[in-house]
């Protein structure tokens, strides 16, 4: 039923463009916080992949520092490696503001996200 609509219902003009993060040679790029002047930008709403091109590093992920009161986190992905892709889980519902994260694989892999007001 929903691929019969799907050529008919528009894309909705307001839509915020997904975010991509690819992480590479133990750095997250875009949002590394070694990597000041790539900074990881989304406008509140919008989702956010994570892809690994990570040929030496092996298995990473995406853990935020900030927790809910239910102690999980804000938001996650992974664990994945070389070549593959994970949606970055709650990323659609943070307010704007600026969120640390981590891998928990590698804890001095640190990035920092961006959400800009839609
Ligand atoms: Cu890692």
Known sequence: MLLALSGVVPAHAADPTPGVITVAAFLYLPGDTEVPELPLVVEQGASLTFTSADTVGGFHSIVSEDLR??????????????????????????????????????PDMNGLLAVAPA
């Not at 009161?69 to 307010?95: H, M, R, Y």
């Open 69 to 106: 009161a239910d102690a999980t986190p804000l938001f996650w992905a992974g664990q994945i490696g070389p070549g593959q892709v994970s949606e970055v889980n709650g990323v659609p519902g943070l307010e704007p503001g600026t969120y640390r994260f981590y891998c928990s694989n590698h």
